[in-house]
């Protein structure tokens, strides 16, 4: 009886990484038709490459990763949507980062520790 109850936990362990093994690489093959077919292509060559990959160990959440975060900096989108604003994203943080030019003496913007 025992070793029966080892072998169904065995059988159902495999049976669910396929299952999610399945479903990384449907999300993945989602993600590369969104790029490569319907022509939402990213401005950083390299993100065509991330998002697919994500998706293979993320599964849905990369897919709705890509929708929310990745489809609105491609071109196609932005034209559709009539985005016309240039301004820089939440996450974008040069000024603060830039802000003190060498030679200035104090600088009121704050430093993050250790630089």
């Known amino acids: 009886m025992n070793m029966g109850v080892a072998r169904m936990a065995r059988v159902w362990l495999v049976v ?7 479903l990384g690489f ?4 989602w ?3 969104e790029v490569f077919v319907r022509r939402y292509r990213q401005p950083m060559p390299i993100m065509e ?6 998706g293979l160990y993320f599964g849905p959440a990369a897919v709705w990763g890509s929708h929310r975060f990745g489809r609105p900096m ?9 985005y016309t604003s240039r301004r820089k ?8 980062t830039f802000h003190c030019v060498p030679g ?6 704050r430093r993050p520790a250790g630089v």
């Open 89 to 96: 994203p939440r996450w974008a943080f040069d000024e603060l």
């Open 26 to 29: 449907i999300s993945a093959a």
């Open 49 to 54: 490459a991330v998002w697919p990959i994500t």
């Open 74 to 82: 491609t071109r196609r989108w932005q034209a559709s949507h009539n």
């Open 16 to 22: 669910l990484s396929w299952c999610g093994l399945a």
């Open 104 to 109: 200035r003496r104090r600088c009121g913007a």
């Open 31 to 33: 993600v590369v038709v």
